[in-house]
């Protein structure tokens, strides 16, 4: 697997539980209300920050760019669908990216593609 | 075959929840080896069906989970959990350590019952705190407890979740 796009990975479901536990939020509320304590969110910044040192500038651009618009930058792709525009994806990119060697984007949103 | 994740709709209510869906009989550990929290972890994860790369992009989310505080809600149970771009869809896994095991719990006891809960960021049918919930509502109950304590099987597991959600 392309090393840059599992930091992509990771730093999108960082970048989600951010927000997810982010003061006021319906999630924190939630899961505190459950019994999780939540009590050392700053970790997640940290580890944010830690995954974002390693990755290209260029990369970070396209990932904040992507993030800022649709709240999510990484798309699943299932059976040659990716699941951010539910379109079928074009042959030639479905067969040459199913082992996510490489960094494929949405042909359509520009997501970051992830071959499940 | 995977099933895929689409957009949420509304919230569910954890009483409608049927637990043993989301819970594979392959998903079922009656015996954890592990005896530290970051085995546990691993231990859990390797319940799922998940490829190498996922299983350790899905370790670190869930020590990230960790790191902001421990989802050991006491009286003996764990509902270790996340959310990643790498799951197809909502799942869980249960082990069990017959001797419980040190899990920095709000309430400082071993924990015995460990329920891993996993989830794409948005899912089709919005379950992912209803199934939390559930599972708490489901533990709280010492009776639950001790009949998940003394389960033969992954399908009495699954029968007492499926039951008493």
């Given at each position: 697997?392309?090393?840059d796009?599992?930091?992509?990975?990771?730093?999108?479901?960082?970048?989600?539980?951010?927000?997810e536990?982010?003061?006021?939020?319906?999630?924190?509320?939630?899961?505190?209300?459950?019994?999780?304590?939540?009590?050392?969110?700053?970790?997640?910044?940290?580890?944010?920050?830690?995954?974002?040192?390693?990755?290209?500038?260029?990369?970070?651009?396209?990932?904040?760019?992507?993030?800022?618009?649709?709240?999510?930058?990484?798309?699943p792709?299932?059976?040659?669908?990716?699941?951010?525009?539910?379109?079928?994806?074009?042959?030639?990119?479905?067969?040459?990216?199913?082992?996510?060697?490489?960094?494929?984007?949405?042909?359509?949103?520009?997501?970051?593609?992830?071959?499940? | 075959?995977?099933?895929?994740?689409?957009?949420?709709?509304?919230?569910v209510?954890?009483?409608?929840?049927?637990?043993?869906?989301?819970?594979?009989?392959h998903?079922?550990?009656?015996?954890?080896?592990?005896?530290?929290?970051?085995?546990?972890?691993?231990?859990l994860?390797?319940?799922?069906?998940?490829?190498?790369?996922?299983?350790?992009?899905?370790?670190?989310?869930?020590?990230?989970r960790?790191?902001?505080?421990?989802?050991?809600?006491?009286?003996?149970?764990?509902?270790?959990?996340?959310?990643?771009?790498?799951?197809?869809?909502?799942?869980?896994?249960?082990?069990?350590?017959?001797?419980?095991?040190?899990?920095?719990?709000?309430?400082?006891?071993?924990?015995q019952?460990?329920?891993?809960?996993?989830?794409?960021?948005?899912?089709?049918?919005?379950?992912?705190?209803?199934?939390?919930?559930?599972?708490?509502?489901?533990?709280?109950?010492?009776?639950?407890?001790?009949?998940?304590?003394?389960?033969e099987?992954?399908?009495?597991v699954?029968?007492?979740?499926?039951?008493?959600?």
């Amino acid at each position: 697997m392309n090393r840059d796009l599992e930091l992509i990975i990771r730093l999108n479901d960082l970048e989600l539980l951010y927000r997810e536990f982010a003061d006021g939020s319906t999630s924190a509320a939630t899961e505190e209300s459950l019994g999780f304590p939540l009590a050392k969110r700053e970790k997640v910044s940290i580890a944010r920050a830690e995954i974002r040192a390693q990755l290209s500038r260029r990369l970070l651009s396209r990932f904040d760019t992507i993030f800022h618009k649709y709240h999510k930058a990484v798309a699943p792709v299932l059976n040659g669908v990716a699941y951010c525009c539910y379109e079928k994806l074009p042959i030639n990119l479905y067969a040459s990216s199913t082992t996510n060697d490489e960094i494929t984007s949405c042909p359509y949103c520009g997501k970051f593609l992830y071959f499940l | 075959m995977r099933q895929p994740a689409v957009p949420a709709t509304k919230a569910v209510e954890p009483s409608t929840v049927r637990l043993a869906e989301f819970l594979s009989p392959h998903s079922v550990s009656l015996s954890l080896k592990a005896t530290e929290k970051p085995e546990i972890l691993e231990e859990l994860v390797s319940l799922l069906p998940l490829s190498d790369v996922d299983r350790r992009i899905a370790l670190g989310i869930l020590g990230q989970r960790e790191a902001v505080g421990s989802t050991g809600i006491g009286m003996g149970v764990a509902i270790p959990h996340c959310r990643s771009a790498i799951f197809a869809n909502l799942q869980i896994a249960f082990a069990r350590s017959p001797r419980g095991i040190a899990y920095q719990a709000i309430d400082r006891k071993r924990v015995q019952l460990f329920f891993l809960v996993v989830s794409p960021p948005i899912e089709v049918t919005n379950q992912y705190h209803a199934v939390l919930a559930a599972i708490v509502n489901v533990t709280k109950d010492a009776h639950n407890r001790k009949r998940l304590l003394e389960a033969e099987s992954a399908v009495e597991v699954r029968s007492i979740l499926g039951g008493a959600a």
